[in-house]
């Protein structure tokens, strides 16, 4: 059984949720999701405690709303919300004016509505923080498959600790051996609107890749296990040093089998593939 986030937040891990049970430890004492996003890896991971991170934290708002209030006051806020603002697939007026009301009155269970109402479902925020999604005309509204996706998501985020740090500030030092660390960061040689640096949060650079290689091989010397999602190759243009590191460790490189749509990482042509790997020091 997969289980789908309610969410269908951008760079979601949703279609390699498989593979990544299969490269995933079965015995993990302490999940940590350092990058959890829309939580589609969260949910779908068994361990005895979870911890999910993520600097956005308009999104962790939204996942420890859902954890403080029952399935029944949820969904009650949600309908009530669409049927009082005329929210719809079509509705662009009353889509703005409840965009309006938001950003004069925050809320996050108000935020997870407007979000899935709005194009590509994606958390944007200009640099003073308000939301600045468009409408996601005929396509986003709130679905009876996000309902039912929204119902066994809550249940299965009820005792994940959650924590919105930049992932440099992470206190990993209560981990052993027997947890385990999965790192889905931005990807840098692709591009997904919440690595651009303009969404008032600061870009996802080499730099960045540098910092968080050196933790992975931090947790490496204490006996921590962790897997690392990343691209390495781009349509022509190749990550600087990602395989070359995995190598120079010893670690391991998976290359899960999934199909894309639009981007077919086994194509011959170099200009058109992407090669997703997941890095395991195990
Ligand atoms: C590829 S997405 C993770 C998707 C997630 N695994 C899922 O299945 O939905 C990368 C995430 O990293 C977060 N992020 C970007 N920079 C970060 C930082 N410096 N520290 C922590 N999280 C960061 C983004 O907000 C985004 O949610």
New binding site residues.
């Given amino acids: 059984m997969i289980y789908k986030?309610p969410f269908n937040?951008i760079?979601?891990?949703?279609r390699m949720i498989a593979c990544l049970q299969d490269i995933f430890p079965q015995d993990i004492n302490t999940f940590v999701d350092?990058?959890?996003?829309?939580?589609?890896?969260l949910i779908n991971t068994n361990a005895k405690t979870k911890i999910a991170?993520?600097?956005?934290y308009h999104?962790i708002d939204v996942l420890q709303a859902f954890q403080n209030l029952t399935i029944d006051e949820i969904l009650d806020h949600i309908d009530g919300r669409i049927t009082n603002w005329a929210l719809s697939k079509t509705n662009a007026e009353a889509f703005y004016q409840f965009r309006r009301h938001y950003n004069e009155n925050p809320n996050p269970l108000d935020l997870y509505v407007l979000v899935c109402h709005s194009f590509n479902y994606q958390f944007r925020f200009n640099s003073q923080h308000e939301y600045n999604n468009p409408f996601g005309k005929n396509r986003s509204y709130f679905s009876t498959r996000m309902r039912e996706n929204l119902i066994s998501f809550v249940e299965l985020i009820r005792n994940v600790m959650f924590t919105k740090?930049?992932?440099r500030l992470m206190d990993l030092a209560a981990l052993h051996p027997g947890d385990f660390v999965y790192a889905?960061?931005?990807y840098t040689i692709t591009c997904?609107s919440?690595?651009d640096g303009k969404r008032g949060?600061s870009g996802?650079t080499l730099n960045?890749d540098e910092s968080l290689l050196a933790i992975l091989d931090n947790l490496n010397d204490r006996g921590i296990r962790f897997a690392l999602s990343n691209v390495t190759e781009h349509k022509g243009t190749r990550h600087p040093f990602i395989s070359e590191w995995a190598q120079e460790k010893g670690y391991t490189i998976h290359l899960p089998n999934i199909n894309y749509n639009n981007c077919n990482y086994q194509s011959r042509n170099r200009l058109y593939r992407t090669v997703e790997v997941v890095i395991t020091n195990y």
């Fill in positions: 986030s937040y760079g979601n891990k949703h350092m990058f959890c996003g829309g939580g589609d890896v991170n993520d600097v956005n999104v740090n930049d992932f889905d960061p931005p997904g919440y690595n949060f996802w960045e």
